[in-house]
T-cell receptor, first 109, second 114 residues
Framework: QKEVEQNSGPLSVPEGAIASLNCTYS??????FFWYRQYSGKSPELIMS????GDKEDGRFTAQLNKASQYVSLLIRDSQPSDSATYLC?????????FGTGTSLTVIP | DGGITQSPKYLFRKEGQNVTLSCEQN?????MYWYRQDPGQGLRLIYY???????QKGDIAEGYSVSREKKESFPLTVTSAQKNPTAFYLC?????????????FGPGTRLTVL
């Protein structure tokens, strides 16, 4: 079983809609959770970090963490074409970093 | 400007050649990492280092070597033993001082075998 699982997509949403990206992880002692955005041909860019159960909002982005269900999600409100990218979920278990394979998002104008 | 630099941006290797990819950071981060990314694939860990003069193998270390002689530098050598080295190579770093240790990435080096 992979440490971090994401639906590879592709996920398509119309401009202005909410995009919902999901991630599950297998290690119950995981402490920190991250979302990275990766544009085609570029390196990953950290966009959200979350450590406690519940929601964390930053602009149009909301990260949601449920440790009991081992589930972390990213909501993008008012999606823009510039949000079209691959989104990587990452988890720290101990000092080890685990990345998911990413979900490809396309926002249709 | 604090950040992570990688050079070169593009690199072409002939069969049987060793090549070295540079990674430098001025973030005063303790840990540095090398990942490989193939088209449409996730990140695979090659090597990581948490302290100078010490490093650990990741999931796909065969055919690669690293050194960590300075805190700010973590070069990766792709040897001729690596049979399929064409990929996007990403260097990352993180602080180990706090409880939350985000990784930050350099811009990457795209290696192509001719």
């Amino acid at each position: 079983q992979k440490e971090v699982e994401q639906n590879s997509g592709p996920l398509s949403v119309p401009e202005g809609a909410i995009a919902s990206l999901n991630c599950t992880y297998s290690d119950r002692v995981s402490q920190s959770f991250f979302w990275y955005r990766q544009y085609s041909g570029k390196s990953p860019e950290l966009i959200m970090s979350i450590y406690s159960n519940g929601d964390k909002e930053d602009g149009r982005f909301t990260a949601q963490l449920n440790k009991a269900s081992q589930y972390v999600s990213l909501l993008i409100r008012d999606s823009q074409p510039s949000d079209s990218a691959t989104y990587l979920c990452a988890v720290i278990g101990g000092r080890q970093f685990y990345f998911g394979t990413g979900t490809s998002l396309t926002v249709i104008p | 400007d604090g950040g992570i630099t990688q050079s070169p941006k593009y690199l072409f290797r002939k069969e049987g050649q060793n090549v070295t990819l540079s990674c430098e950071q001025n973030l005063n981060h303790d840990a540095m990492y090398w990942y490989r990314q193939d088209p449409g694939q996730g990140l695979r860990l090659i090597y990581y280092s948490q302290i100078v003069n010490d490093f650990q193998k990741g999931d796909i270390a065969e055919g690669y070597s690293v050194s960590r002689e300075k805190k700010e530098s973590f070069p990766l050598t792709v040897t001729s033993a690596q049979k399929n080295p064409t990929a996007f190579y990403l260097c990352a770093s993180s602080s180990l001082a706090g409880y939350y240790n985000e990784q930050f990435f350099g811009p990457g080096t795209r290696l192509t075998v001719l």
